[in-house]
């Protein structure tokens, strides 16, 4: 419930358009550029990861690892993969949208950064937590993803491999 009111409330009030897209590797290009933005949460992750590491007490750095150096670890890996669902889910829907919607990827891809951050955080704070984090990530991910396959198959089916 609370990702579609962010989205409605930064796309009506935040001050900004995207610029004049005709093609689609114009399109394209806007969200690599967008998507460098959502790679944040998953590079100060890597950092935080590798400085808990070194400062980890353990007697073998390679051998069983400690809570904290593990929630670091996870949330990378699992950033990893939510982060190559969403580029590629936000690529095709790029190519989809009208001009007049294309607002919609900085949005889509701020929101994918701080739900990612606020999953980091309620991981770290118990894993109890962490479902409202996780939610705010992947049922984005998942309209996005049911909003592509109804584009593909039911409005424009003739261009489906064209």
Excluded at 7 to 21: E, K, N, Q, S
Excluded at 28 to 40: D, N
Excluded at 57 to 79: D, K, M, N
Aim: glycine fraction near 4%; aromatic fraction near 16%.
């Amino acid at each position: 419930v609370l990702c579609p009111c962010l989205v409605y409330g930064a796309y009506v009030f935040l001050p900004f358009d995207a610029p004049l897209l005709p093609t689609a590797s114009a399109r394209l290009v806007y969200t690599l550029r967008c998507a460098a933005f959502a790679t944040f949460p998953v590079v100060l992750g890597m950092i935080v990861s590798g400085i808990s590491r070194l400062c980890s007490a353990a007697l073998e750095p390679f051998g069983e690892l400690q809570r904290e150096v593990e929630i670091h670890r996870t949330f990378v890996s699992q950033s990893v993969h939510l982060f190559i669902l969403y580029f590629f889910n936000m690529a095709v829907l790029a190519t989809y949208l009208p001009q007049e919607l294309l607002k919609l990827v900085p949005l889509l891809t701020g929101l994918f950064a701080i739900s990612r951050l606020v999953y980091w955080l309620s991981y770290a704070v118990g894993r109890s937590f962490r479902a409202f984090g996780f939610c705010m990530t992947f049922l984005p991910l998942l309209a996005m993803l049911l909003w592509n396959l109804y584009s593909m198959f039911i409005l424009t089916p003739e261009n489906l491999l064209a």
